[in-house]
């Protein structure tokens, strides 16, 4: 059960030419589901808490609940936080064994966000842990700062400041159901990605707000009482471009919850005679695990790649 930080996955995904995949979780049950589909793929992986997935799940006691929850997980995988959004929740979250942290002080002008990241880098790395920042909003699609995309040239001072392992940047993603507009063509900035990798060669990026909402898993949502409209997620050949290059981890949240919740769906709606709650969790458990099985394979061109992780330690 090797719980791992993310240098050894990035550096590897890095010269591998494939990204790690990240998935927001909230319960023991997604996490078994992603733990899962990652060992069957040979996959590294991450699960990715937010402030409020960490406070639901169980604050201080997450790290002793996964290790007994993976105990015959042979893949390397960690416990990330995800946009924690000031010292001292990284802090707490070091504390209590997350092996990776993301401090988003994106919020804040360039200087602010460097003493504030800087800070989180001290702790973590004096605890073995590795820190994700941010420069550049991944915010919503009508909020005027998105689609104001990262400079390179503020990516290379930023790093050489920070001491980050690894950051989000903001290059044509926003997180939630709605990435584009309804007639756009998405894109992504591969020329950001490029200049980045010439300035800092083998530094690690971020794609946040990568989800692309797949139709077989929205319509089972929407087929079974659900109403999730105006959705337009990021397409899976962008990612699989993506993948291949200095980004190195892909986050998906949207996809993930909407395959759990709609499963939930599904088997609510059709098992009218049994009240056990494991008869209504396991088909939307299996679901996500099809889902998080597609995208290491398919998208993040993961699978198969844990034996080189392993064969090097
Ligand atoms: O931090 C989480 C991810 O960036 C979620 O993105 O909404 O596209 O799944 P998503
Ligand atoms: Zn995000």
């Known amino acids: 059960m090797p719980l791992v930080n993310t240098k050894k996955m990035f550096e ?24 899962e589909a990652a060992e069957e793929c040979n996959s590294p ?5 937010s402030s409020g997935s960490r406070d639901f799940f169980h604050p201080g006691n997450i790290k ?20 924690g959004k000031s010292f001292e929740i ?21 200087e602010e966000n460097v003493r504030i990241t800087k800070e989180v880098v001290e702790y973590a790395h004096a605890h073995g842990v590795t820190v994700e920042g941010e420069l550049g909003p991944c915010s919503k699609k009508d909020d005027p700062r998105f689609k104001k995309y990262t400079d390179p040239e503020m990516v290379f001072e930023f790093v050489k400041r920070t001491g980050v392992d690894s950051l989000a940047v903001s290059m044509g993603t926003c997180h939630g159901l709605a990435k584009f507009q309804p007639n756009e063509v ?61 980004v190195c981890k892909i986050n998906i949240g949207t996809d993930f919850r909407v395959a759990f919740v709609g499963g939930l769906r ?23 695990k099809k889902l998080v099985k597609e995208k290491l394979s398919n998208v993040f061109q993961s699978s198969g790649k844990v034996i080189n992780i392993l064969k090097e330690e």
């Open 90 to 110: 990284c802090k707490a979250c070091i504390d209590e064994g997350f092996t990776s942290v993301m401090i988003d002080a994106s919020a804040y002008d360039f």
């Open 266 to 288: 599904k088997s609510l709606s059709e098992i009218k005679d049994k009240f056990e709650p494991r008869n209504f969790l396991v088909p939307a458990r299996e679901q996500c």
């Open 12 to 35: 590897d995904a890095y010269e591998g030419k494939y990204a790690v995949g990240a998935f927001n979780v909230d319960i023991l049950t997604q996490c078994q589901a992603v733990l």
């Open 186 to 246: 998405p894109t992504l900035q591969f020329d950001l990605i490029e200049e980045v990798e010439k300035l800092l060669p083998g530094f690690p990026l971020v794609l946040h707000g990568s989800s692309s909402i797949p139709d077989e898993y929205l319509n089972i949502f929407n087929n079974y009482g659900g109403e999730l409209k105006g959705t337009k997620g990021v397409p899976e050949e962008l990612l699989r471009q993506v993948a291949q290059t200095a």
């Open 45 to 49: 992986v991450i699960l990715s808490f």
């Open 64 to 83: 002793d609940i996964l290790l007994i929850a993976a105990k015959d997980i042979h893949i390397p995988w960690a416990i990330h936080l995800d946009h």
